[in-house]
């Protein structure tokens, strides 16, 4: 954990840009030297467990008109194969997703869609694991808080994206619902090469039937972008049931995109290992007496005169937020399974910003 909490909020609000950043998979453990939130707390992939996360309420979905009449645009973008959905009326979005509930609470803007998968049938592609088990590929539904407008200001915030995973699992058997594959067949040619793209006229209402099935049933949690910069600003809902892909679909993941612009590196195994759980008691402690000392700090700087607005206004937030820690009950210390223990803390809160330093170290 190399990252203290309170640089994590000044890097989110003033200084993290989310574009195009040199990174490898090759290299993951690596991304932290040049992208310091990627080695800080609530990283994501994790391995799901239910013991440990809470399925929360079914999520209401708002589609929009004129699904029937759609248009997709795939892009390789050199890491994924990236699709923007888009109904009839293109100035409104695919949809809203609205969810009750902790952690996913707020409503959310669909913005794109993504894939990330293997090299290999033996080789799992997918980024999350449900205990052990990973799937052939992982599709993410990829959403910003509609408070924030915007994408790009969304991943300055904590509560900034929702992302739904979807867990894929090759399959030749027809008798099942499959994962639409949106006429990527048709212009996969178009896709070989970074920049590569190609749109296509499409119904999109399988999409709707597939994210409906989706949200049945999830797990969630409070996690963070997969590739650099890493923010801790998604919250994530996986569907607990993965869905059945065409072979042929994942077929020409595997074997006709590339990541360079000779045609030389297949683009595969784009997948960020699971991280550490940092969600367990023995963390929430050592965080615990982390956020104390950091806290006295601040408020000796304090003491010392420093009359920076920023140490000041957060100084003051700290204390608020140590004194609501040495408060009884203790709200991380007393946890046997963090996840749900601070979600159910964070439900009687006193103080948003309470709410949030918690949620920041522990969840
Ligand atoms: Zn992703």
């Known amino acids: 954990m190399g990252l203290p909490w309170w640089l994590l909020l000044v890097y989110l609000r003033h ?13 993951t453990t690596h991304w932290k030297d040049h992208f310091p939130m990627c080695g800080g707390p609530m990283q994501s992939p994790v391995s799901l467990t239910a013991t440990r996360l809470a399925l929360s309420r079914t999520p209401t979905l708002k589609f929009a008109d004129g699904l029937e009449d759609g248009e997709v645009e795939f892009v390789n973008t050199g890491r994924e194969i990236k699709l923007k959905l888009m109904p009839k009326n293109r100035k409104l979005p695919l949809l809203h997703l609205i969810s009750y509930s902790k952690p996913t609470l707020g ?37 910003f ?15 900034g994206l929702l992302v739904l995973g979807v867990m894929l699992e090759g399959s030749e058997n027809k008798n099942q619902f499959f994962f639409p594959t949106l006429g990527m067949e048709k212009g996969v040619q178009h896709l070989a090469v970074p920049g590569g793209k190609f749109r296509e006229k499409l119904d999109l209402s399988p999409v709707q039937d597939l994210l409906k099935r989706a949200v049945r049933r999830f797990y969630s949690y409070h996690g963070s972008l997969t590739t650099p910069p890493c923010n801790p600003v998604v919250s994530w809902m996986v569907s607990a049931n993965p869905m059945a892909i065409s072979g042929d679909f994942l077929r020409a993941l595997r074997g006709r995109v590339f990541e360079d ?8 195994n784009n997948r960020r290992p699971v991280q550490p759980d940092t969600r367990s008691c023995h963390h929430a402690a050592h965080q615990h007496r982390r ?7 601040l408020r000796a700087a304090q003491r010392r005169g420093d009359r920076s607005p920023r140490l000041g206004e957060m100084a003051e937030s700290a204390g608020r937020a140590e004194r609501a820690l040495r408060s009884p009950p203790a709200p991380v210390l007393s946890c046997r399974r ?20 918690i949620r920041l170290q522990s969840c």
Request: glycine share 8%; proline share 2%.
């Open 107 to 143: 409503i959310y803007t669909f913005a794109q869609m993504h894939f990330h998968w293997g090299a290999t049938p033996e080789e799992h592609g997918s980024e999350h694991s449900i205990g052990d088990k990973y799937t052939d590929a992982e599709a993410h539904f990829v959403f």
């Open 338 to 357: 963090a996840g749900s223990a601070v979600t159910a803390r964070l439900k009687s809160k006193r103080q948003t910003y309470r709410a949030g330093m």
């Open 145 to 159: 808080n509609t408070r924030y407008g915007s994408f790009k200001d969304a991943v300055r915030h904590f509560d």
């Open 15 to 27: 200084s993290v840009k989310v574009g195009p950043s040199a990174f490898n998979y090759n290299e």
């Open 291 to 297: 956020v104390v000392s950091v806290l006295a700090g």
């Open 261 to 268: 612009d000779d045609g030389n590196q297949l683009l595969v």
